[in-house]
């Protein structure tokens, strides 16, 4: 594969786990908008397969060689720090 075939690829595999990543943050907040349980097992098992998900595509990325390790858990942590924060909001409520 050519080097602007390689990029291209890439940056399409970025931008997918981004925007799932931002679908996983907008399910938490219309969740926790909607039932304010952050520790309904309902709510913990969607975030929980959610973000399983989420890895699983990462490391497929990863081993295709779209995406460096290190960019993944940037992205795994990012939006686990998100999600942290929402929670937090929306139990101070």
Do not use: W
């Not at 390689?6 to 931002?22: I, N, R, V």
């Not at 295709?64 to 720090?81: D, F, H, T």
């Amino acid at each position: 594969m050519d080097t602007k075939s390689q990029s291209m690829y890439e940056q399409k595999a970025l931008e997918l786990l981004f925007a799932d990543a931002d679908k996983i943050a907008k399910l938490i907040r219309v969740q926790m908008e909607n039932l304010t349980m952050p520790q309904c097992p309902l709510y913990e098992e969607v975030l929980d397969t959610q973000m399983f998900g989420l890895s699983r595509e990462i490391d497929f990325a990863v081993k295709l060689n779209l995406l460096e390790r290190e960019k993944g858990k940037e992205i795994l942590a990012s939006l686990e720090k998100e999600l942290s924060a929402l929670h937090d909001a929306f139990t101070k409520k």
